[in-house]
């Protein structure tokens, strides 16, 4: 690498350093509605620090972020607003359900409790536990930034470029 | 020291006491709920007894022990509620009751007050004019059994949204409800 | 001078903003929704909508029998779990005439003050996050992050910890709880310090707080406060100390109280009391080295616990307040009606009367110091 950079050229696949961009930066939309909240917290916060893998800005705003984590127990007075936060956020996306609550309703099999926010919305990562440990969440993280190395961001818009469209 | 307190609660009260009992150091009074405003204003106001803060007003559905009551014939011996009843017939006992618990903060005595709720006549005074603190717990007993408080500045749900259709906290409401969904609107 | 003329400029022509703040909002803590009336910056009118995180708690106790329940309880006020299991495991003893035993009540009151402390460093740093102080929340989470590791290497949880049983305790304190406490005592005066250095005496931080959302103390018990925020108002109320439960008459502590029950009141009651629950800790600890061993840490307590038919209400004084359970049995081994009284959910219903005629920002600040936690509060 060292040797081209001098010369000013690098040269790489386009997808690739797409991904490589979106991996390194993902912003969290951190969307902690209950216990698992305060355990994001201290993900978030120092000791555990996630802002080491990119998730520098913690993004209150739906329209700037990357990734919804969402912490806690969406009950159903709650379902429609999570469904707008997430056709709110601008694509690329990515969710993680972390707890068992968002995972499965955990031990909330009530008539008030959502049993999972996949019935709403779709979920990258699952993280059981109640609450996870914010390993497991740091943990999640990473998963998607397997994920995102793995998509083909460029494929739709190169194939209508061909066609012509 | 229970014993005084009754004595005292009856002093005060004198016949609007329905029926009295004791558990466990906790007294409970019962009262008719048509005068439960006045009741408790007379409760706080009274110089020996001085209830001036409202903890917890809450209800109660009784309609499983009143199932459970009818159904064996012979049911263990308690106290209070299950055994009041000796005859099935006659009309139904008053299937809700609300509770007030109340405090001194002079003398650190606690009273339940009660009052019963029949289904037909689902409401109750409120009391909101004595303590701003009954203003949600109030709301919560109507969204969650039903209960009407005429006299509430704001009677409506709390914890469930508006549309809801069911009370959740009655006994015959099932615990994973009846598939009730709030549904997507952007307004 | 200046902010009164951009603030009140246009004043009083009837035309209200009307504002609305949540539930997804980064200064709500997660399910909170505030309608706000505003007149230019000013909060004419504010009506708080719950019900965001209603998991059917109550309706949920009457399906699990006695022991069941304890794990649900550390979901109420999920900051300070172990104030909650204690709580609602004394109602349950007290509705069976239990008696426990003195070594469990000493590790009880051990965990519970660390659990108190616990709760306001979270309340002090997310009060200054909301406020624009970032420092003081991470100074208070490394040590807090100590206080979970106590939690986690007794209970094996962090935070959802499900702290004893009923009639006692399940296991007696590691034996190095002492090299962990003495390594952990002098970082929590530390990290206190740090943060009265960082925020009491900070000129924007008393702006921003004295005097914000005042409250007299008539108005606080017509309202039901209980806990920091009624001693914040001047009233010198703490169930430890009037309605001794436990052990808590043996031990020596003050009772802090402000004077004017505004944010600064309610912040420093916070930063008080937890020096005062290390000096219980340090007198529960004295006396639980001079128990035996072998002294038992559970109640002769049946299998299946099946109470007597009755009523009872006990409360404690948890972190926020009076948290009080009702229980009603009717002899089976469920509760037949179980009803929390969570201590924020009565101050919260007086937050349109505190921050009246307040600012929008000051509206932030009074929500994060009266520590609305929203398990216990919709429950």
């Known amino acids: 690498m060292e040797a081209y950079t001098g010369s000013g050229w690098l040269l790489t696949r386009l997808e690739q350093l797409v991904n490589w961009g979106r991996k390194r930066s993902p912003w969290p939309l951190p969307y902690g509605t209950a216990c698992c909240g305060i ?14 893998f990119g998730a520098e800005r913690p993004s209150f705003s739906p329209r700037q972020a990357d990734v919804l984590i969402e912490a806690g127990t969406i009950t159903k007075k709650m379902t429609p607003i999570l469904r707008r936060i997430y056709d709110q956020m601008a694509e690329p996306k990515w969710v993680i359900a972390m707890g068992a609550c968002a995972c499965s309703g955990g031990v909330f099999r009530t008539y008030s409790t959502l049993q999972g926010i996949d019935h709403v919305i779709p979920v990258d990562v699952y993280v059981p536990g109640c609450p996870p440990r914010p390993e497991g969440l740091l943990f999640a993280l990473l998963k998607i930034m397997d994920k995102i190395d793995m998509e083909h961001p460029l494929r739709g818009e190169i194939s209508s470029l061909v066609e012509g469209k | 020291m229970t014993m005084d307190l009754l004595k005292g609660v009856s002093n005060c009260l004198g016949p609007l006491v329905v029926a009295s009992g004791e558990f466990r150091g906790d007294v409970t009074v019962e009262v008719p709920k048509a005068r439960i405003a006045e009741v408790l204003a007379r409760l706080r106001d009274d110089p020996n007894l001085a209830y001036d803060f409202l903890v917890d007003l809450f209800g109660v559905d009784n309609l ?38 109340l405090l001194s903060l002079s003398t650190n005595r606690r009273l339940h007050v009660k009052v019963r709720v029949p289904e037909d006549d689902l409401s109750v005074p409120s009391v909101t004019g004595l303590w701003k603190a009954a203003t949600w717990p109030e709301r919560e007993v109507y969204d969650m059994f039903g209960i009407r408080f005429p006299g509430h500045p704001d009677l409506r749900r709390l914890l469930m949204w508006d549309e809801f259709p069911a009370h959740p906290l009655r006994k015959d409401y099932p615990l994973e409800g009846r598939g009730e969904e709030r549904i997507l609107r952007y307004e | 001078m200046v902010n009164e003329c951009v603030v009140n400029a246009g004043h009083s022509t009837g035309d209200y903003v009307t504002i609305n703040i949540g539930p997804s909002h980064p200064a709500m803590h997660g399910t909170l929704r505030v309608i706000a009336q505003t007149d230019g910056e000013t909060v004419v009118k504010a009506d708080p909508e719950i019900g965001y995180l209603h998991r059917g708690v109550e309706k ?71 406020l624009g102080a970032f420092t003081p929340f991470f100074y208070l989470i490394i040590q807090r992050e100590e206080i979970y590791e106590i939690f986690e290497w007794y209970n094996g949880a962090r935070l959802t910890n499900t702290f004893g049983r009923i009639g006692g305790v399940e296991a007696d304190l590691p034996d190095d709880f002492d090299a962990r406490w003495r390594e952990l005592r002098p970082n929590l005066f530390k990290a206190i310090d740090e943060t009265d250095k960082l925020l009491t005496h900070n000129r924007i931080w008393m702006d921003r707080t004295i ?16 806990g920091p925020c009624l001693r914040a108002c001047g009233v010198k109320r703490d169930l430890r100390k009037d309605e001794p439960y436990g052990l808590y008459d043996r031990f020596t502590f003050d009772v802090p109280i402000g004077k004017n029950g505004d944010v600064f009141d309610r912040y420093m009651i916070r930063m008080k009391e937890m020096e005062e629950s290390i000096k219980i800790i340090d007198q529960a600890y004295a006396m639980y080295q001079e128990m035996a061993p072998d002294a038992p840490l559970m109640a002769k307590v049946p299998k299946v616990i099946k109470p007597p038919v009755g009523e009872v209400y006990h409360a404690t004084e948890a972190p926020n307040g ?42 932030i600040a009074c929500l994060s110091s009266l520590n609305v936690i929203a398990g216990e509060l919709d429950r």
């Not at chain 3, 959302?213 to 406060?225: I, K, N, Q, R």
């Open chain 3, 211 to 226: 005097g914000v959302t005042a409250f007299s103390p008539e108005d606080a018990l017509a309202w039901g406060f209980t």
């Open chain 1, 39 to 52: 355990e994001m917290m201290c993900a978030l916060a120092s000791g555990y620090d996630m802002a080491r």
């Open chain 2, 64 to 101: 499983d022990l009143y199932e459970k009551a009818a159904k064996p014939k012979k049911k263990t011996e308690g106290e209070g509620d299950a055994a009041e009843e000796p005859k099935p017939a006659g009309p139904p006992p008053p299937r809700f009751e609300v509770i007030y618990l």
């Open chain 3, 60 to 130: 949920l106790g009457e399906h699990l029998t006695y022991h069941q329940f304890i794990p649900i309880t550390d979901r109420l006020n999920y900051c300070s779990a172990i104030a909650n299991n204690v709580s609602y495991e004394m109602a349950v003893e007290k509705l069976m005439g239990l008696e426990v035993p003195e070594k469990a009540q000493l590790i009880r009151v051990i965990m519970t003050e660390l659990a108190r402390i616990a709760d306001h460093q979270v309340l002090v740093g997310i009060l200054g996050v909301d």
């Open chain 3, 322 to 363: 009076e948290l009080g359970f009702f229980i009603k049995s009717d002899g089976s081994d469920k509760p037949y009606r179980i009803k929390i009284r969570p201590p924020c959910y009565m101050v919260y219903q007086a937050f349109p009367e505190l921050v009246k005629g307040e600012m929008i920002a000051d509206l």
